[in-house]
T-cell receptor, first 115, second 112 residues
Framework: NAGVMQNPRHLVRRRGQEARLRCSPM?????VYWYRQLPEEGLKFMVY????????ESGMPKERFSAEFPKEGPSILRIQQVVRGDSAAYFC?????????????FGPGTRLTVL | KQEVTQIPAALSVPEGENLVLNCSFT??????LQWFRQDPGKGLTSLLL?????REQTSGRLNASLDKSSGRSTLYIAASQPGDSATYLC???????????FGDGTTLTVKP
């Protein structure tokens, strides 16, 4: 059972370009979470999704950021018109569909650098 | 709003020493608390998950405790090794399916 997969692992964009980050949850997991870790800071929650639904986006910046988790395929975090302040590590986590546990399993992250 | 604090921010110990990492949270109505390890430039590895109904969990040389009434959790590492050097993060979740709130971590260095 492969773990949470994220790609690309490293992404370089120039200011004004778009960044698309992908996350494939563990098999059998239908809950996906995105977190951002700015340099020298802790992880901050961005968004929580289930298949075809955004459950909690309270941590998402109001502009330029969007996320989706379609019925088929990976979850996508999209950042439009990137700025230097978007440079960070973006982590995806998934958790099981059933049961009492909310144990989150993390992917290796995508490190975004905006030039 | 849940807030999680980890003290100290950094800790350096000689190899073989037992140590305790601290995590405090402001909202005691947590569903679970999870401890992670993060190596430089890497992702997070889950170490232990404690449900709100539990008081502790053990895995190998690691033992995590949870005291909801005081808003505290500790991670005990026995017989520390240089390979334990990493940043340790705790995260509190207030629902059975939802976001976790992370502390800023404690960076541990174990000197040979």
């Amino acid at each position: 059972n492969a773990g949470v997969m994220q790609n690309p692992r490293h992404l370089v964009r120039r200011r004004g370009q778009e960044a698309r980050l992908r996350c494939s949850p563990m098999k059998g997991h239908s809950h996906v979470y995105w977190y951002r870790q700015l340099p020298e800071e802790g992880l901050k929650f961005m968004v929580y999704l289930q298949k075809e639904n955004i459950i909690d986006e309270s941590g998402m910046p109001k502009e330029r950021f969007s996320a989706e988790f379609p019925k088929e395929g990976p979850s996508i975090l999209r950042i439009q018109q990137v700025v230097r302040g978007d440079s960070a590590a973006y982590f995806c986590a998934s958790s099981p569909t059933y049961g009492d546990y909310n144990e989150q399993f993390f992917g290796p992250g995508t490190r975004l650098t905006v030039l | 709003k849940q807030e999680v604090t980890q003290i100290p921010a950094a800790l350096s110990v000689p190899e073989g020493e037992n140590l305790v990492l601290n995590c405090s949270f402001t909202d005691s109505a947590i569903y679970n608390l999870q401890w992670f390890r993060q190596d430089p430039g890497k992702g997070l590895t889950s170490l232990l998950l404690i449900q709100s109904s539990q008081r502790e969990q053990t895995s190998g040389r690691l033992n995590a405790s949870l005291d909801k009434s005081s808003g505290r959790s500790t991670l005990y590492i026995a017989a520390s090794q240089p390979g334990d050097s990493a940043t340790y993060l705790c995260a509190a979740s207030n629902t059975n399916a939802g976001k976790s709130t992370f502390g800023d971590g404690t960076t541990l260095t174990v000197k040979p």
